[in-house]
């Protein structure tokens, strides 16, 4: 899923492109894709792009009168920059943002088709898409630690969650726990102060690389390669490969549809994770240490 550097990069990709032209139409490919009702879609076509935000994970169209388009790529969801008019792909298109100087193409590359377009009128209404997590680069430390702290969660799942912070997911939260030396299953209320104080600094200079990374990336070309996984990264996406720092296996831990990755050496003193489903089966035969692990 698209997180807070993705966004960042889409929307400084967006801004040049779309603010202050007009949304001439919007064709919708998919009858699934738009969840709203009021207002329709006639009373946005037509009306100039003020200016664009980002909302958590949500890409957010200011337009004249009040109104705002706001776009949830979810998992799959990607954008792609292209001329004026051009058709919306057959398989995987749901729909197109047509302006003066191109077209913003929607597409989701899943069958499960969870994004979303949200016509919304008035403020108040766009701040209910809010699900009010701290913005991680613009906190202090105090408004960090207490977001952080304000529930008992592990770490992987409080840098995840909405409700405290924006805009982190699966990715990220990965690279910043590893950059950290922290391990994703320490619960949040079990860390020092210096620890938070660490998790804090790693949190927004993670999020602040990456952003620039991206960004560059894009400078002359609309972004074509948002993904979670990318070759830079650290330990997301890595299992099974060497870490970075020390050399060590990257491990996982895989829950529903989302999973943990980790260095068992700079993160948990040496010790595996144990993965519901293997640790389940293997019992009494799931190593403990990456020692064990290598030994076998």
Same mark, same amino acid.
């Given at each position: ?11 400084? !990709? ?14 919708? !490919? ?22 664009? !935000? ?46 003066? /100087? ?99 600094? /790693? ?94």
């Amino acid at each position: 899923m698209p997180e807070l550097p993705d966004i960042v990069t889409y929307l400084r !990709a967006l801004e040049p492109r779309v603010v202050g032209q007009p949304l001439e139409a919007l064709r919708l !490919a998919s009858p699934f894709v738009l969840r709203s009702v009021d207002p329709p879609v006639r009373e946005v076509v037509g009306k100039r792009v003020l200016s664009l !935000a980002r909302i958590g994970k949500r890409i957010v169209f200011a337009l004249e009168d009040d109104l705002f388009v706001v776009v949830h790529l979810m998992v799959s969801g990607r954008f792609q920059w292209k001329k004026r008019g051009d058709k919306v792909p057959g398989k995987v298109g749901l729909g197109a943002f047509d302006f003066p /100087t191109g077209s913003l193409i929607f597409t989701e590359a899943s069958t499960k088709k969870r994004a979303s377009i949200h016509l919304v009128r008035g403020r108040e209404a766009l701040a209910t898409f809010s699900r009010g997590g701290v913005e991680p680069l613009e906190v202090d430390l105090p408004t960090f630690r207490e977001a952080l702290l304000r529930e008992r969660h592990t770490l992987k799942r409080a840098l995840t969650d909405p409700r405290l912070f924006s805009g982190i997911g699966n990715a990220y939260s990965d690279e910043i726990l590893h950059a950290a030396q922290l391990s994703p299953v320490t619960r949040s209320d079990r860390l020092t102060e210096e620890q938070i104080a660490r998790l804090y600094t /790693t949190t927004q200079r993670v999020l602040t690389q990456w952003t620039e990374l991206l960004s560059k990336e894009a400078a002359t070309e609309f972004p074509t390669k948002v993904t979670a996984f990318r070759p830079e990264m650290a330990v997301h996406g890595k299992y099974g490969q060497p870490c970075p720092v020390c050399g060590t296996k990257v491990q996982r831990i895989v829950y529903a549809e989302n999973e943990s990755n980790y260095c068992p050496r700079c993160q948990t003193g040496g010790k595996l994770l144990a993965d519901r489903s293997l640790s389940r089966l293997l019992k009494d035969n799931w190593p403990k240490t990456i020692e064990e692990l290598e030994g076998r």
